[in-house]
Each structure stands twice: as structure tokens, then as C-alpha cells.
């Protein structure tokens, strides 16, 4: 592996993707989920297309931001207004999605791409 770079072969900036203001930690290296609930990702079909046609670099930091979130929703997430713990933003780079975390499942509602 390059120097710099992530097992996934990310760039390693220092910075870990998905996680936002308070809720940024140094990063522990983790998989599983702290509370022991493995998550399962939900995507509507249409979501699925506008996904596959980001950028490379847009889906690659979109697809870490969940890999992340699935390990720990409220770790690697931030509020999406009220913070009702259900409702979570994650980002990195110029992408952005919403998510909702549901009992088991980790469903993406929204993606936004400032490119």
C-alpha cells in the first residue's frame, strides 16, 4: 500500500470521512457497531441511479460516509435538524446524503453533490 494512502485507497488526510462537528473522535478502527447492532443499507432504486452517476471521487467519499455510518450511525453522523437521533447528515468532500437509521436498517433518503 502507498504511504498516504487508506486500506480502502483513500487518500489518508488525517481526517476520518463521516464524521462531523461534535461528533468528530479519532478514529478507533473499529467494524463493528459499539452498541452490537449490525446495520443493513436500504436504497430506493432511483436513489441508486442518481448515486452511480456521481463522479468516481463523489462515490467513493459517499460509499466510505456509509461504510462508516453502518459501523456506528450516531458516531459517524451529525443531526439533520432536530436532533432526534433517527434523522443523521453524513458527509466528506463535496458529497453529502441523509440518512434514517431504523431498527437494523440504515436507509438513504437524500444525496447531495456540489460539483
Do not use: F
Not at 432504486?45 to 460516509?65: E, N, S, T
Request: proline share 7%; aromatic share 4%; hydrophobic share 40%.
Amino acid at each position: 500500500m502507498p504511504s498516504g494512502a487508506s486500506p480502502r485507497g483513500v487518500p489518508d488526510t488525517g481526517r476520518r470521512p463521516g464524521r462531523i462537528g461534535a461528533n468528530a473522535r479519532p478514529a478507533t478502527g473499529r467494524l463493528a457497531s459499539l452498541s452490537g447492532v449490525t446495520y443493513r443499507l436500504r436504497i430506493d432504486p432511483g436513489l441508486h441511479a442518481a448515486y452511480r452517476d456521481l463522479p468516481d471521487a463523489a462515490r467513493r467519499d459517499l460509499a466510505v460516509c456509509l461504510l462508516d455510518a453502518l459501523a456506528d450511525p450516531l458516531a459517524h453522523s451529525a443531526a439533520y435538524g432536530v436532533d432526534d437521533g433517527v434523522l443523521r447528515t453524513i458527509a466528506h468532500g463535496r458529497t453529502a446524503g441523509v440518512i434514517l437509521i431504523g431498527d437494523g436498517t440504515l436507509t438513504l433518503v437524500q444525496i447531495t453533490y456540489v460539483g
